[in-house]
């Protein structure tokens, strides 16, 4: 659902646009279509090929730009972002894009994802002299390329990139050129599209339905994209290594008008729903409903394939804002009921089957369980469209410590027992696979399940997991 109102939540959005006279307001219905990827702060850059204006705010998009601050950021080439914190913390020094003005030129820089071996890159480069002004490990990236002693621009980012280790989605702007790049393994989304004359990129293809752009063709792991006068040029920073991208953008982060490496994600769910009723087989059911919004396809999917009826059974608050941000165990577990409402009429006397995405803490799962069977539901069995969630997450996704996951050393039949389910069945990793259908034959269809199954596609940094930890689980 909300995955968890709760303790689920994703690095970020990143959006630009080259040669384009309306590029700022644009971006900003960019940063529109990729709010769910983060709320807790926006930026856009700006240039004129001269000069560079930036605007940057906490909060969503809407409380950041107005009209006369859009109408400052002059010119045909911006980028944006859409920020939720995970490392680095929060704060407007943390807020992107990171522009930064020097002798050598200037350059804005917007990311999404999480290196896993930044604190190793930042110790290196504050013993050489380097002075940071945030938290973010985006910082790194902007320092490693103004480091470098290549002679051409382009050369000193690929030699910057190849040092990253991790996920990262980037857009780079100079006064003439946008680079695009994702990590080597391809964690993070990035596509390009076309406007007319004008060259987009974003993280998900929603935003260019959004702004009427069309969708050319993915970013492929390890390149890089030059978009400039010359038009577009295809490089190389590294070879693609194991392809895995996070299995949760199909499941949960991603917006279901998005395609993701040319699958479209509400298609995505529908099959995981369907995948989830084949392993959970027969079932004494009235109804079936999901977990608003993430989990809708998914319990469409499932209705049909085990033949109940799908019902609106739980009903979500749209003027609330997402509670599931807020910092403290309280305010998620009071966030719940300001989130759903329970359909009296729908579930009253009806045994009902719960679809959602995934369990991270439980706490929602648990509320939601006895907020139905308060409505007066006769049983409530939840079904997930996930495996369990086991392992924390280095790559950009906020499942900071084993810990905080109801999964870890518990069975099943713990976990049914904890949320105060009739039943529980969790989509297996195989099913999970084969119901995403992307379109590669790498291990698990190129797909990165290691908050599943703990086999992560990245060397995991010992310098960094322990901070990493510390700063998350707050």
């Known amino acids: 659902m909300l995955a968890e109102i709760r303790g689920l939540n994703e690095e970020c959005g990143v959006f630009g646009i080259w040669g384009h006279e309306a590029a700022a307001h644009l971006s900003y219905y960019g940063l529109h279509a990729l709010q769910h990827r983060g709320q807790e702060g926006a930026g856009i850059v700006a240039t004129d090929g001269q000069y560079f204006k930036v605007v940057k705010g906490e909060g969503l998009v809407n409380e ?16 944006a972002h859409v920020r939720y914190t995970t490392a680095g913390g929060g704060g407007i020094e943390n807020v992107q894009p990171l522009l930064v003005r020097s002798s050598t030129g200037t350059i804005a820089l ?8 930044a604190n190793h890159l930042k110790q290196h480069l504050e013993r050489s002299g380097s002075i940071f002004h945030s938290t973010s490990d985006t910082e790194v990236i902007v320092h490693l390329i103004k480091k470098s ?21 980037v857009i780079i702007l100079t006064k003439d050129k946008m680079i ?10 990035l596509s390009i599209g076309k406007l007319g004359g004008a060259w987009v990129a974003s993280s998900e293809t929603c935003a260019f339905d959004l702004i009427g752009a069309e969708f050319i063709r993915e970013v492929e792991p390890g390149e890089l994209v030059v978009i400039s006068e010359k038009g577009i040029e295809e490089d190389r920073y590294a070879q693609m290594e194991q392809r895995a991208m996070c299995a949760m953008e199909y499941v949960y982060f991603a917006r279901p008008d998005s395609n993701i490496d040319y699958v479209n994600i509400h298609m995505a769910r529908k099959r995981l729903g369907k995948q989830l009723a084949k392993e959970m087989g027969s079932i004494d059911a009235d109804v079936v409903t999901g977990v608003p919004d993430s989990s809708i396809s998914a319990a469409i999917g499932f209705a049909e394939e085990i033949g109940i009826p799908y019902e609106m059974g739980l009903i979500k608050n749209r003027y609330v804002g997402r509670t599931f941000i807020q910092p403290t165990q309280e305010l998620r577990e009071r966030g719940v009921k300001m989130k759903l409402s329970p359909v009296v009429q729908i579930v009253r006397g009806k045994r009902v089957v719960m679809v959602d995405d995934s369990i991270v803490r439980g706490t929602t799962s648990r509320r939601i369980v006895k907020m139905l069977k308060e409505a007066g539901a006769k049983e409530v069995h939840v079904a997930i469209t996930s495996p369990p969630l086991s392992n924390p997450c280095f790559y950009g996704i906020d499942i900071s410590s084993d810990e905080e996951l109801i999964a870890t050393g518990k069975t099943i039949d713990e976990i049914r027992n904890a949320i105060g389910a009739d039943s529980l069945t969790f989509l297996s990793p195989d099913g999970l696979v084969e119901a995403i259908s992307r379109p590669f034959d790498d291990e698990n269809g190129g797909l990165c399940m290691a908050c599943f199954t703990g086999k992560y596609p990245t060397e995991i940094f010992p310098d960094t997991v322990l901070p990493h930890i510390k700063e998350l689980s707050h």
């Open 149 to 169: 002693k290549k002679p051409r621009f382009r050369e000193q980012v690929k030699e910057a990139l190849s040092l990253l280790r991790g996920a990262f989605s």
């Open 64 to 79: 950041v730009f107005n009209e006369e601050k859009l109408k400052s950021l002059k010119g045909t080439s911006a980028i």
């Open 110 to 117: 917007a990311h999404n994802g999480n290196l896993v071996n």
């Open 180 to 189: 695009l790049a994702r990590d080597r393994n391809g964690l993070r989304p």
